[in-house]
């Protein structure tokens, strides 16, 4: 066990709330560590997950917030990065100033990966549910799994399990190279579409930390082979101590998918073996895939892949009911990038076929909606009417050229029914004009949209 994190050592969590850090602070507890924690007073779910593990916190950031004799502190990067206080957190700095020993989640769990056999699951889009789905398989398999995704598994009501197997399935995310301080024995990669502009500023640099972290995969690469880039990442990938799986579409994968039937769920063959996912679309199908490849790289029966598969009671935020009666439906979603738009539109315009489909977008990060703003407009095919709301400011970035009003410009181009619907209060009355004939309303964003509805 590494030293830094054994029982009885004392650790401090700046941005505890964060989903990556309450999971972390949750297997940081299992092991005996004495954990304490800040963040604001802005209510998570996370709020409840600590709660009902016992893990106390503030509200307040402040530099006596540190416990005496603590060992380390572990902050998100919106507090700390590359060596230095981000946003002037006073503890950060009261931390730095007191040479405490300072790590970023990425490193923190970096550092603690390294006493388990590590699963990581990235890519652009479907890692929290392909992680999640892994981890509930897993389970049901009876290997009793370690988990961080992050959001939260509906039937655990929590982003974090913690289990008695050296197995860590960990959501491995790309900005800012997070999962390059893990050394996976099994990295999956979903897609590779990109992202996070204000860091990597080329879509080849995006492509080259993909590229480092199959560098840093010890025994098995899987990757959705229809993705032209990741044939071409399996290829570049291929080396005696490195097996790669492919799964997809594609007849040519090691594990062929094909779609049979979709409506309320989606029922496909892999191989020769027929699946049903709870939930429908494509998204879930490839998702399906991937954990299907490392459930047989496990030896993991196919019965209990198939039966588990099906009851996978889904994630927080993904394709989630949060409000149906006989007059409207209102699902939440996290989808932010004009893929994943497009494809969770896709997948509800499947599911209810008969019904108006009505999406509030609420976009997040400034860099990202001006990067993208293009592909942005083209993603909404599938909705009958779109509202757009204004730009969720992040830590990292409180303004931008491009905001949702542009956006809403643009998209007025492909779509004939925008509207750009500021704030909350222009939202809920937008809501209420469309909360009738049984239409279904997609709340989707990455920032606190979810909020409306309370």
């Given amino acids: 066990m590494n030293s830094q994190f054994q029982k009885g050592a004392k650790i401090h969590l700046i941005g505890i709330k964060g989903v990556g850090m309450t999971a972390l602070a949750i297997i940081l507890a299992e092991r005996g560590v004495k954990v304490s924690g800040s963040d604001t007073n802005e209510k998570f779910f996370t709020d409840k997950v600590l709660k009902n593990h016992k893990i ?32 002037k957190n006073p503890e950060v700095e009261s931390a730095l100033e007191q040479k405490i020993p300072v790590l970023t989640y990425p490193e923190a ?47 655990w009501n929590s982003n974090a399990r913690t289990g008695k197997s050296k197995y860590l399935v960990v959501e491995a995310d790309e900005y800012r190279d997070a999962f390059l301080n893990y050394r996976p024995e099994i990295a999956v990669i979903t897609s590779i579409d990109y992202d996070h502009p204000d860091y990597f500023k080329t879509k080849a640099s995006y492509y080259s930390a993909f590229k480092k972290l ?45 779609q049979t039937s979709v409506k309320q769920w989606s029922v496909f063959h892999a191989g020769n073996k027929s699946f049903t996912t709870a939930f429908p679309g494509q998204p879930y199908i490839l998702n399906s895939g991937a954990v299907i490849t490392v459930s047989k790289l496990l030896k993991i029966a196919d019965s209990k892949t198939q039966a588990s598969l099906k009851t996978f009671p889904g994630t927080a935020r993904r394709m989630e009911v949060v409000k149906k009666n006989k007059n409207f439906t209102i699902i939440d979603d996290y989808a932010h990038h004009p893929t994943a738009i497009k494809m969770t539109l ?36 599938s909705a009958d009417v779109v509202g757009i709301m204004e730009v969720y400011p992040s830590a990292r970035e409180s303004s931008g050229p491009v905001g949702g009003k542009q956006l809403a410009g643009q998209t007025k181009l492909h779509h004939k029914n925008v509207s750009y619907v500021k704030d909350f209060s222009t939202a809920k009355k937008f809501i209420k004009t469309y909360s009738k004939n049984g239409n279904v309303i997609v709340l989707m964003g990455a920032g606190n949209i979810r909020n409306i509805i309370n």
């Fill in 214 to 258: 199959v560098d840093n995969t010890q025994k098995h690469l899987v990757v959705c082979g229809d993705d032209i880039k990741l044939r071409q990442l399996a290829s570049y990938g291929k080396r005696k101590s490195l097996v790669v799986s492919t799964y997809g579409f594609l007849s040519d994968n090691d594990i062929v998918l094909q």
């Fill in 346 to 381: 896709e997948g509800v315009k499947q599911k209810y076929s008969d019904q108006r489909i009505i999406v509030i977008f609420q976009p997040h990060m400034f860099s990202r909606t001006k990067a993208l703003l293009k592909e942005f407009a083209k993603s909404f095919g």
């Fill in 56 to 87: 106390s916190f503030k509200e307040e950031f402040d530099f006596r917030n540190i416990p005496a004799d603590v060992n380390a502190v572990i902050c998100s990067t919106a507090y700390y990065f590359a060596g230095q206080a981000q946003n």
């Fill in 109 to 155: 769990l970096g550092i603690l990966a390294k006493d388990y056999k590590v699963i990581a699951i990235a890519g652009s889009h479907g890692k929290s549910t392909t992680a999640a789905m892994l981890g509930w398989v897993m389970e049901k398999a009876g290997q009793n799994p370690n988990v961080i995704v992050g959001t939260r598994i509906n039937d």
